[in-house]
Structure formats: structure tokens, C-alpha cells
Nanobody, 124 residues
């Protein structure tokens, strides 16, 4: 069973940057679309960004476009989320997820396995 582990979360002030990492323990990582989701207290989990298996295509929710960048290093079985100009509204638990077939990229149901998450807290 593939496992994902996120890291890089923390508490920062508005305007700061963080880079989240997600390491995968599987040989087939390089063939998977990978995504980042987030969930704030009392809210549903929402799509943040996704990247195709070779990094050729990336997808973002509108509220993070121009501030967040998703990337991957298949040699390291790792996907990243660079978050700049953070806002208090970005405060949430951030989850990495793997999408075996590259379908339903913006919805939770398209993803087969998930990491435990890492907390990002942005204060004003």
C-alpha cells in the first residue's frame, strides 16, 4: 500500500512563504497525478492544486493562482507546494493525495490514497 507523508507546515504571519513537501513510498509514483487539498476547521476539504505525472500540466483553485506553485521531482518521489504571500484564509490542514488515473482531478473522489496532513496557520 502506497504511503504519503507531508512535511513543511507551520505557523507564519501573513505575507510569508512556506514550502510543503509530500514524500511517497511507492515505485509507481512517477505515473500518478498528485494533488494537494486543504481543510479548515468546520469546512469541507477543498482542492488546492494538482500536477500531472510528468509535471507537464498543473491545476489550481482560483484563490491560490499566482501565489502557490505545485511541482514534483519523480527521482525523489516527492511533490511540493510552494506557497507565497500567505493569507489568514489559507489556514488549514494540507493533504497530499495520489490520483491513479488522472481523472476527477479537482474532486476528492478522484484520489486513491492520502497522507495524514500537515497544518498551516497564517496569522494577520
Amino acid at each position: 500500500q502506497a504511503q504519503l507523508v507531508e512535511s513543511g507546515g507551520g505557523s507564519v504571519q501573513a505575507g510569508a512563504s512556506l514550502r510543503l513537501s509530500c514524500s511517497a513510498s511507492e515505485r509507481t509514483f512517477s505515473s500518478k497525478t498528485m494533488g494537494w487539498f486543504r481543510q479548515a476547521p468546520g469546512k469541507e476539504r477543498e482542492f488546492v492544486a494538482a500536477i500531472s505525472w510528468n509535471g507537464g500540466s498543473t491545476y489550481y483553485r482560483d484563490s491560490v493562482k499566482g501565489r502557490f506553485t505545485i511541482s514534483r521531482d519523480n527521482a525523489k518521489n516527492t511533490v511540493y507546494l510552494q506557497m507565497n504571500s500567505l493569507k489568514p484564509a489559507d489556514t488549514a490542514g494540507y493533504y497530499c493525495a495520489g490520483n491513479r488515473y488522472g481523472l476527477g482531478i479537482r474532486g476528492e473522489n478522484g484520489y486513491d490514497y492520502w497522507g495524514p496532513g500537515t497544518q498551516v496557520t497564517v496569522s494577520s
